[in-house]
Antibody, heavy 120, light 112 residues
Framework: QVTLRESGPALVKPTETLTLTCTFSGFSLSTSAMRVSWIRQPPGKALEWLARIDWEDDKFYSPSLKTRLTISKDTSKNQVVLTMTNMDPVDTATYYC????????????WGQGTLVTVSS | QSALTQPASVSGSPGQSITISCTGT?????????VSWYQQHPGKAPKLMIYEVNNRPSGVSNRFSGAKSGNTASLTISGLQAEDEADYYC????????????FGGGTKLTVL
């Protein structure tokens, strides 16, 4: 079955760089039309889409965060990595990775999320 | 401010039907049949309830249905049950800039 799991630090300091890893199973990112996105949710607030990488290694970023984000994949390890530079307390949120198969437009599988707190 | 507009809250009694609206623009909701809806219970990850405007994934109750008219999509839940109480988010593909996906601000459904 399809599973995704986010991992990374629970606490980062302001100005530091955050690196999050999404480790997945049950599908391959080398399969046509497969995509993985990162989505975050500040406490008590709405979902916000951050970035996406697809099977052809095309990458898309939220315009408001584009200069701070980098998304990459390691197909052999079934992992997608997101880095976010210059972290700020407003970046405190639960970070999710989610799959979209491409044939059905919707995030059909989500990780459980990882809470990242930005504080000195 | 979210790109898609949803009411902050809706409520209904068990057995009733409710509808949640999601308003965007011709660059997102109105321009494509790529609208999805998610249910999120407290402390849990979102769950896909509707994809491509009106399609239910396997395992989702047929009490959930989606529709779209112009720049506004909607989610209807019929025969409300206590377990339907949750936050609901709409999402759409967007052709704006490099943005790929936009979400609504979320709607809190209370089952009275």
């Amino acid at each position: 079955q399809v599973t995704l799991r986010e991992s990374g630090p629970a606490l980062v300091k302001p100005t530091e760089t955050l690196t999050l890893t999404c480790t997945f199973s049950g599908f391959s990112l080398s399969t046509s039309a497969m995509r993985v996105s990162w989505i975050r949710q500040p406490p008590g607030k709405a979902l916000e889409w951050l970035a996406r990488i697809d099977w052809e290694d095309d990458k898309f970023y939220s315009p408001s965060l584009k200069t701070r984000l980098t998304i990459s994949k390691d197909t052999s390890k079934n992992q997608v990595v997101l880095t976010m530079t210059n972290m700020d307390p407003v970046d405190t949120a639960t970070y999710y990775c989610a799959r979209m198969s491409g044939y059905n437009w919707g995030f059909d599988y989500w990780g459980q999320g990882t809470l990242v707190t930005v504080s000195s | 401010q979210s790109a898609l507009t949803q009411p902050a809250s809706v409520s209904g009694s068990p057995g009733q039907s409710i509808t949640i609206s999601c308003t965007g623009t011709s660059s997102d909701v109105g321009g494509y049949n790529y609208v999805s809806w998610y249910q999120q219970h407290p402390g849990k990850a979102p769950k896909l309830m509707i994809y491509e405007v009106n399609n239910r994934p396997s395992g989702v109750s047929n009490r959930f249905s989606g529709a779209k008219s112009g720049n506004t999509a909607s989610l209807t839940i019929s025969g409300l049950q206590a377990e339907d109480e949750a936050d609901y988010y709409c999402s759409s593909y967007t052709s704006s800039s490099t943005l790929d996906v936009v979400f609504g601000g979320g709607t809190k459904l209370t089952v009275l």
